[in-house]
């Protein structure tokens, strides 16, 4: 494939580790936080973790959307799903998030029609199609997704769609950042910056961390070449003493992001005055909302929604594991009681969440490294 | 940092593994309030009805041993039977269509287990409001299928139920064969050294079935690869004789699946070479923009055969002496442990685990 394999070239992959292995200093352990679920997929999918030298350690970070969605908003979905004009419709990943009463797959298999879509557009497609039902989108995800669902929604008003909604959870990651930055048992050495948030917002947000943090930022690619060069690259910068924001992700990133989906998201969201997320509690300013002008497409003023807080699950550790605290097998329920086929936590469900990349891909890779 | 400090996490992090090695060891068990879609799907959920309620209450020897199709002794003949059922959406795709699979899908299931097919049934769940066109195309693409196989179809069955209580139309056929005096087969029989061959690109078949449905606005030429493997087994048989310890064709689930269920059943550890993998492009291209694994994809012409080494050259020679097998490749090996565990050599230099899957990835493939 071209334009990919390019980025996959092992003998490329084997000289970048080199490089890393010879900049580490070997007296000092590193800790390097990928910001984004993608990420992690990556580092998991091809075994970068065994390319490293053992003291450069990759910690997972919190942006993993399906990962900090909270209960009370799982059960809020399935309440919606439930009632009996609706068709509704997500992302795969979200179909097995537990929220306080069972998953979406389980609401399917008692009755409720949920379909899996691969994008907002599918949605609204079937909307137009099934002009009998109320079809409802539960959108979720960084600024990466929100563009597509404010552009899905300027569609929807264009083509004269009144059968169509949305259930908003698109956050922001500026905000969860910035308060696991102030957590005082954060101990971090730099950050590999979200490559595909970085597309819509550019580099300028994450300037903050350099600046008032001292830490390096590398917003990366998602091929493993780009996770490799931007260890090298936060490891360089440690090593020269300085900290900024680098792009390596220059092929499609540049520092003020893309105007026309920003624009998007200012027409049609607006910021919630704070949004629970899953583990890591209230943030202010996190979590985004339809505007007054879209609310006739508000499927949460549209529909009575429990709206009910569910505290997460006393075993689970999801806010320490999506913190970087504690590493996925640290946590108390980690492959025993929480699993991928029965999750407890969110972080065990998408193939970008910290806990079901390492479960699924990593268990033997780090434990061969280690030995 | 020094190195006792590197070591105790280390050390925590493998009790941590073990544990779920032990707890992953266990039988399958079934609990589930309700049949979900991944109960069809071939991975764990799958896996748990068949072991945990299937098994024990139609428990048979032929059973317990979980291959693709049951072996009966009568007389002093060994005969193998095997039944399959199909559900495919569309019911026609490039490369193929309902009828195609129905006819490969069952005898693939008795080529895999060392049996040459003797004789199929078949019956039909129709709809009502089926074109009887679309039926009779079936039929006799059905019927063509079976001849080129040299396989008489000696009994069958019809059922209508009312519009909107099937998919157009379901088809289930049972297969009767006979297992060849050469083979000695079983999905127990893997052992450390032997090569795993793999006959040609994987997922085809899965991605022409998504393709078809139009979902996706993706425009590729990918055509199914639904073909009879006898031809392979034959082969492979003629080269390697009792050295063939096993043989799985990797439909439902990909080959991820039947890697998984295999090493498990034998008790070993497996390892994939990435690089070794035959690709179609566009297969892969289409799987790299949806984001699914080519591994899981579903493949209805395709087998990974397990070959003691001292055989596998001669093997994987005679494989691609076939036509319509040029591709076949060596691509890793069974290795002691740990056991029930499937690793991959990434192509990019890296190893992970190649896991079961949870959930079902793609819509109903056949």
């Not at chain 1, 929220?99 to 907002?120: I, N, Q």
């Not at chain 2, 080129?148 to 909107?164: M, W």
Request: net charge negative; glycine share 10%; proline share 7%.
């Amino acid at each position: 494939m071209r334009f990919v394999d390019e980025f996959r070239d092992p003998a490329l992959g084997r000289s970048l580790a080199d490089a890393i292995r010879r900049l580490a200093a070997p007296g000092r352990a590193y800790k390097i936080m990928e910001v984004c679920g993608g990420h992690t997929h990556t580092i998991y999918r091809y075994g970068i973790a065994d390319l490293l030298p053992p003291n450069v350690e990759l910690v997972h970070g919190p942006g993993c959307p399906v990962c900090v969605i909270p209960m009370g908003r799982v059960d809020d979905a399935i309440a919606v799903a439930r009632r009996p004009e609706v068709l509704f419709t997500c992302f795969g990943d979200m179909l097995r998030v537990p929220g306080g009463g069972g998953t979406l797959l389980d609401a399917k298999a008692e009755g409720a029609d949920v379909r899996v879509v691969y994008s907002p557009l599918d949605a609204l497609r079937l909307a137009e199609r099934h002009p009998d039902r109320e079809v409802v989108f539960l959108a979720v995800g960084f600024e990466t997704t929100a563009p597509s669902t404010a552009l899905t929604l300027r569609q929807a008003r264009a083509r004269g769609v009144a059968n169509f909604s949305c259930l908003c959870n698109h956050v922001t990651i500026v905000p969860p950042l910035a308060a696991l930055l102030e957590s005082p048992d954060l101990r971090l050495d730099g950050f590999i910056g979200p490559g595909h948030v970085a597309t819509v917002v550019g580099t300028r947000p994450f300037e903050f961390i350099p600046r008032e943090y001292g830490k390096p930022v590398v917003v990366s690619g998602f091929e493993p070449l780009d996770v490799l060069q931007s260890v090298w690259s936060v490891l360089d910068q440690l090593a020269a003493g300085c900290a900024e924001v680098d792009n390596q992700y220059s092929r499609v990133v540049t520092r003020d992001g893309n105007p026309r989906a920003l624009s998007a998201l200012a027409d049609v969201f607006e910021l919630r005055p704070h949004f629970e997320w899953r583990g890591l509690g209230f943030i202010s300013s996190s979590g985004l909302r339809l505007a007054p002008a879209w609310a006739e497409y508000d499927a949460e003023r549209r529909y009575r929604l429990p709206g009910v807080r569910v505290a997460d699950p006393k075993a689970c550790q999801c806010g320490e594991v999506l913190k970087g605290v504690l590493r996925p097998w640290e946590c108390k329920v980690f492959g025993t009681a929480c699993t991928p086929e029965r999750p407890i936590g969110t972080c065990m469900v998408s193939s970008e969440g910290a806990c079901a990349a390492y479960y699924n891909y990593g268990r033997v890779a780090r434990q061969g490294a280690a030995s | 940092m020094s190195p006792p400090e590197v070591a105790a996490p280390a050390a925590r992090e493998r009790l941590v593994l073990e544990r779920i090695a032990a707890r992953r060891a266990r039988p399958a068990l079934f609990r589930d309030a309700r049949i979900g879609l991944a109960h069809g799907a071939g991975g764990k959920a799958s896996r748990d009805l068949v072991e945990g309620l299937f098994l024990p209450a139609f428990d048979s020897e032929a059973l317990r041993q979980l291959d693709d199709a049951g072996r009966v002794h009568v007389d002093g003949l060994r005969l193998a039977l095997s039944t399959d059922t199909f559900v495919v959406r569309p019911l026609q795709f490039p490369g193929g269509s309902i009828g195609t699979l129905a006819v490969h899908g069952t005898l693939n299931d008795l080529a895999v287990t060392g049996a040459r097919p003797l004789a199929l049934t078949a019956s039909f769940v129709l709809e009502e409001g089926l074109e009887a066109a679309v039926l009779e195309t079936e039929v006799s693409t059905m019927a063509a299928a079976a001849r080129a196989a040299g396989v008489e179809l000696v009994a069958g069955d019809t059922k209508v139920v009312e519009r909107g209580r099937a998919d157009g139309m379901y088809v289930c056929t049972t297969g009767l064969g006979r297992v060849d005096r050469r083979a000695h087969t079983s999905p127990r029989r893997l052992e450390p050294g032997d090569r795993i061959l793999l006959t040609g690109p994987l997922g085809r078949h899965g991605i022409a079935v998504l393709l078809a449905r139009g979902e996706f606005e993706l425009d590729a030429e990918v055509a199914s690869d639904t073909r009879p493997l006898w031809p392979a087994v034959d082969a492979l048989l003629e080269a390697a004789g009792g050295r063939l310890h096993a043989a799985r064709d990797a439909t439902r689930g990909g080959l991820g699946s039947v890697l998984n269920e295999l090493a498990t059943a034998s008790g070993v550890g497996i390892v994939v070479r990435e690089r070794d993998l035959p690709a179609d492009p566009v297969v892969a291209g289409a799987c790299e923009i949806l984001g699914i694994d080519p591994l899981y994809v579903a493949n209805e012409g395709q087998l990974a055969a397990f070959v003691a080494p001292d055989r596998a050259d001669a093997a994987l020679a005679a494989l691609r002496a076939i036509p319509g097998f040029s591709e076949a490749a060596d691509v890793g090996e069974v290795v002691a442990g740990p056991p029930g565990l499937v690793q991959m050599d990434t192509a990019f230099g890296g190893r992970r685990v190649v896991d079961l899957l949870v959930g079902d990835p793609l819509p109903r493939i056949c």
